[in-house]
């Protein structure tokens, strides 16, 4: 799951510095890592300053994705001593698309759809910005590229109730790989616990299935993780968004 995502959105670029692919043009900077960056001391302070001075001269936050198995042992700590701050730790979990998959099973009033309507991914994205309290408008702009750039490699799904999203989830193959991931599967609190995630991992694995793929990934919340767990998913390590900003004063 490291390394250039294929079917970069348009205005998306990737560049490489060193050991690192540096992608530019998403709502913030991303960075992806080998597991063993490879350079130790001093010269991995530099390469760390390097990512953080780039986007800062373009006046924009940067996310440093590292795993918990990554090398050198003392990479979040040098993050750290560069400005970048660590978002929540998720856990990675791993599974078999074929045993995830299966019919939905949803609350009564609750319907599943794939949707790929600029609109219905600005809705998503509402959805997403009153649940957290913050800015989502970004999520709906990534999703409209993606499907733009490559719309048999990801499927949106939205859970309504009425006409509202009460819930939503996507689907991204990993071309050329085995893996597929399950991103998103954020629900409005007033509907949690009946069995919507469920429902949205079960119809994505099932997508998955269709396409041929065996594996599927997910960076799993601590709210997530117990009900991927209960489906057979397996942890295999952790994965912590270390974050520099402009407007954090670091």
Request: glycine share 10%; proline share 6%; charged share 25%.
């Amino acid at each position: 799951m490291r390394g250039e995502p294929p079917n970069p959105a348009d205005g998306v670029v990737y560049e490489q510095d060193g050991p690192l692919l540096r992608v530019v043009g998403q709502f913030r900077g991303f960075v992806s890592a080998p597991r063993d960056v490879g350079v130790r001391g001093a010269e991995l302070d530099r390469l760390i300053a390097r990512q953080r001075d780039f986007f800062a001269a373009r006046g924009e936050a940067v996310e440093w994705k590292t795993r918990g198995h990554d090398r050198p042992a003392d990479l979040t700590e040098r993050l750290r001593a560069a400005g970048f701050v660590p978002e929540e730790r998720e856990t990675v979990l791993i599974g078999r698309a074929e045993r995830m998959a299966a019919a939905p099973v949803l609350p009564d009033g609750v319907t599943l759809r794939r949707v790929t309507a600029d609109a219905d991914m600005h809705r998503i994205a509402a959805m997403e910005s009153e649940v957290w309290g913050q800015d989502w408008g970004w999520l709906g702009e990534d999703l409209i590229g993606r499907v733009a750039a490559a719309p048999e490699a990801i499927a949106v799904l939205v859970a309504e109730v009425g006409g509202e999203v009460v819930s939503a989830a996507w689907l991204v193959v990993r071309e050329g790989t085995e893996f597929a991931g399950l991103w998103g599967g954020t629900t409005r609190p007033a509907w949690r616990g009946r069995g919507i995630y469920r429902a949205l991992v079960t119809t994505r694995a099932e997508l998955a299935v269709a396409r041929g793929v065996r594996y599927l990934q997910v960076d799993a919340s601590d709210d997530s993780a117990p009900i991927l767990r209960r489906l057979g998913f397996q942890a295999v390590t952790t994965t912590t968004p270390y974050v520099w900003s402009p407007w954090s004063g670091a």
